[in-house]
């Protein structure tokens, strides 16, 4: 299994940037894919999932409101727009799959097998 983030930069707080996972070596479809964030000297903390095929998204308050997560299973890849960006949004970015875990389980990094590489995403005030 492979995933592959991408989209990350340095951004301006309020700006917009798209992050992308592309997947391969799983079924992806019927998987639970989630970001995870973790920014300097703190621990990875969950940012939102989408639940395996059912498609329902799930989302940390902090984040709420402002990222959209979404999944094209064509493509195998997922999506987080993530819109009025803060400068407490700094972290390294990584997606995350498994296809065991359950809605209990979501919000637990250790819960997943497989990780992407991260992508950075600094934010200025």
């Known amino acids: 299994v492979q995933l592959q983030a991408s989209g990350g930069g340095l951004v301006q707080a309020g700006a917009s940037l798209r992050l992308s996972c592309a997947a391969s070596g799983l079924t992806f479809s019927r998987a639970t894919i989630a970001w995870f964030r973790q920014a300097p000297g703190k621990e990875r903390e969950f940012v939102s999932a989408i639940f395996r095929s059912g498609g329902h998204t799930y989302y940390a308050d902090s984040v709420k409101g402002r990222f959209t997560f979404s999944r094209d299973n064509a493509k195998n890849t997922v999506h987080l727009q993530m819109n009025s960006l803060k400068p407490e949004d700094t972290a390294v970015y990584y997606c995350?799959?498994?296809?065991?875990?359950?809605?209990?389980?979501?919000?637990?990094?250790?819960?997943?097998?497989?990780w992407g590489q991260g992508t950075l995403v600094t934010v200025s005030s």
């Open positions: 995350a799959a498994d296809n065991r875990i359950i809605l209990s389980q979501i919000r637990n990094f250790r819960q997943y097998d497989y």
